[in-house]
């Protein structure tokens, strides 16, 4: 079967008449999932075309997960949807509330036209690197959450520098690619400033911070404030078999210690606002009614993902601080 035409009379550049004769032949039936393509070799001697034409034609369709290559026997087609003009690799360091909020943001801003499929490294350096060698090629653009994982450039070098954007975290080795982040530190300390006043009824402020997953420019924010105000503050990884006493803010960065806290300080009848305060970091619905309300520090996630997609979609090179909110609510 003849399957790529070329049109030497016509002005739309050689590779593009490839993508659009394997689109065409996707189309209409005459190619379906798991059928083979002709070899770049005979295109390029069926049409007198260099080989470096045929090939980024079949990285065209590669990228848009239209098609796939197998190691020493050719390219097959993977997807009959040839709809997809774009696709994102997003990769994630783990799933929770706010992750879902930013995933629907970003897919929601790119459309219908572009798929995302999204991964989670788990904090893990060596399923982050994995992951990224095992999916080189196959995306047309590539979004990775690297927290605080070490030598994160290092891995990401191995991708299209032209092709990765960075979101949430970043740091000076990362600084040659475009992102939407949070300055980390500055959120958490004109945050914690905000609500100075109503903080010192409390005798202590007690963060509860994870330095494996959780991002240092927090730790910094945090140590910042209560150092220049000369407040009482304590530092731990857990809360392990610690009981909340009365008078004690605790700052909790997650949805597990947050409920942990909760449950510890009903068990001794403490009053969350009155005997003990909780401020937690990231939005979501649950903290608007546990409790009668979590006071949180907060990314507007929505925000973040709908800015990741208009660079993206631009292909402009920025790199945005994300805004941060305060929301003031019964626990403090």
Known sequence: MNIVQIDTSSNEPKYRQIVSSIENAIGSGELRKGDQLP????????????????LMAFKDLRSRGIIKSVVGKGYYVQNENIKVRKKVFLLFDELNAFKEDLYRSITASLGESVQVDIFFHHFNPKVFSNLL??????????????????????????????????????????????????????????????????LKKYDKIV???????????????????CTTLNIPHEVVEELGDRIPSSKELFFVLDDINLVQVIKKAKNV?????????????????????????????????????????????????????NENKLIIRNSI
């Open 269 to 321: 009848n403490l009053k969350l606002g009155k005997d003990y305060g909780i401020i937690s970091y990231n939005e979501t619905l649950l903290k608007e009614i546990v409790e009668g309300g979590i006071t949180t520090i907060s990314a507007d996630f929505y925000e973040m993902g709908k800015k990741l997609a208009e660079i993206m979609l631009s292909n402009d090179f920025q790199q945005i601080e």
């Open 207 to 225: 963060l509860l911070f994870n330095r494996t997953k959780q991002p240092v420019g927090i730790l910094k924010g945090f140590k910042l404030f």
């Open 133 to 198: 060698e095992q999916n080189l090629g196959d995306y047309t653009y590539y979004v990775i959450m690297p927290a605080n994982l070490p030598n994160v450039a290092t891995a990401i070098s191995v991708l299209p520098q032209d092709k990765v954007y960075i979101l949430d975290q970043t740091n000076p080795e990362l600084a040659k690619y475009p992102s939407v982040h949070q300055n980390f530190e500055r959120n958490i300390y004109e945050g914690l400033n905000k609500i100075e006043p109503a």
């Open 39 to 54: 070899s770049l070799n005979k295109i390029r001697d069926d049409f007198s075309l260099s080989r470096d034409t045929v």
